[in-house]
């Protein structure tokens, strides 16, 4: 099975900006959607945005604007933009993949996960 691997995550303060990587071993044609998941403590692991194999993004309505997710060409690189970072967002990011079944925001329809990388924003 393809492993997934964050990077990025750290400390910053209100308004700063982070750049999350997620290294996947390989890739099969299986995977068709790519996310960011995130979990606050005491919270519900929640999507924050997805990519499908040709380009198309999705987000969540509290990131809009903030946040933009992109991968690179060969699909092994997945990345998360975030901007105006505010202690909200603070979070273990994780990355996953899925094939076609589910919606992009239904966690239980990701059958590949990374271990997470922790964001913390503080004020």
């Known amino acids: 099975q393809v492993q997934l691997v964050e990077s990025g995550g750290g400390s910053v303060q209100v308004g700063g900006s982070l750049r999350l990587s997620c290294l996947a071993s390989t890739y099969t044609s299986s995977i068709r959607y790519r996310a960011w998941f995130r979990q606050a403590p005491g919270r519900q692991r929640e999507a924050v945005a997805a990519i499908n194999t040709g380009g198309t993004t999705a987000y969540a309505d509290s990131v809009k604007g903030r946040f933009t997710i992109s991968q690179d060409n060969a699909k092994i690189r997945l990345y998360l933009q975030m901007d105006s970072l505010t202690p909200e967002d603070t979070a273990i990011y994780y990355c996953?993949?899925?094939?076609?079944?589910?919606?992009?925001?239904?966690?239980?329809?990701?059958?590949?996960w990374g271990q997470g990388t922790q964001v913390t924003v503080s004020s």
């Open positions: 996953a993949a899925k094939g076609n079944d589910g919606r992009w925001y239904e966690e239980g329809a990701y059958n590949i």
